[in-house]
């Protein structure tokens, strides 16, 4: 147990389905992100919330929706996905988006996501 | 962009000792990260370095060396249960943390 709490853990999505993952970090954290891994591929950093604001977007398609309502809570809203987009997202959360005092960033367990 | 090369896989006999690479090329550096992730598990937090030298946890050591790039994750006295793969991730001058893509490494009986 993380303290970062992922659902659904599967996800199974035609390319035409609307869905949603959900994070949740217990940790007191002020920064979350989403990542995504692919097989045998290095962690991609997609997107990085800091107090709720939005402070990184690397080029991730406009098919990845990511909300933020509260410090706590990130979902990644997924619309028209492809089938290259199969892969784990995970959600993380550190104490804040710097480098102070090492800021470990602590995952979820994942989402795994097949689109079909 | 960022450039961390690490192994892709090695095998080991239980008991025995590992030494996992990690060399990278980053703008700027704030400390380097090595996680463990267990198949269809979160990766783990495992060590942290940002000045040069050995950080001992238990059977786990990992090396800094900042003027070469280059760090090292040491796995002593082998367990089953280390086998996994060990993810090697370095913070920029931005503090983005980038990641390589992962040595798996598997234990033999």
């Known amino acids: 147990e993380t303290g970062v709490t992922q659902t659904p853990r599967h996800l199974v999505m035609g390319m035409t389905n609307k869905k949603s993952l959900k994070c949740e970090q217990h940790?007191?954290?002020?920064?979350m992100y989403w990542y995504k891994q692919s097989a045998k591929k290095p962690l991609e950093l997609m997107f990085v919330?800091?107090?709720?604001?939005?402070?990184e977007n690397n080029s991730v398609p406009s098919r990845f929706s990511p909300e933020c309502p509260n410090s706590s809570h990130l979902f990644l809203h997924l619309h028209t996905l492809q089938p290259e987009d199969s892969a784990l997202y995970l959600c993380?959360?550190?104490?804040?988006?710097?480098?102070?005092?090492?800021?470990?960033?602590?995952f979820g367990e994942g989402s795994w996501l097949t689109v079909v | 962009g960022q450039n961390i090369d690490q192994p892709t896989e090695m095998t080991a006999t239980e008991g025995a000792i590992v030494q996992i690479n990690c060399t990278y090329q980053?703008?700027?550096?704030?400390?380097l990260f090595w996680y463990q992730q267990h198949a269809g598990e979160a990766p783990t937090f495992l060590s942290y370095?940002?000045?040069?030298g050995l950080e001992e946890k238990g059977r786990f050591s990992s090396f800094l060396s900042r003027s070469k790039g280059y760090s090292y994750l040491l796995l002593k006295e082998l367990q089953m249960k280390d086998s996994a793969s060990y993810l090697c991730?370095?913070?920029?001058?931005?503090?983005?943390?980038?990641f390589g893509a992962g040595t798996t490494v598997t234990v033999r009986a």
């Open positions: 993380a959360s550190s104490q804040d988006v710097d480098g102070n005092s090492g800021n470990t960033i602590y």
């Open positions: 940790l007191g954290h002020n920064a």
């Open positions: 919330y800091s107090l709720e604001e939005r402070v």
């Open positions: 980053t703008s700027g550096f704030n400390g």
């Open positions: 370095n940002v000045l040069d």
């Open positions: 991730a370095v913070r920029d001058e931005d503090y983005k943390l980038s």
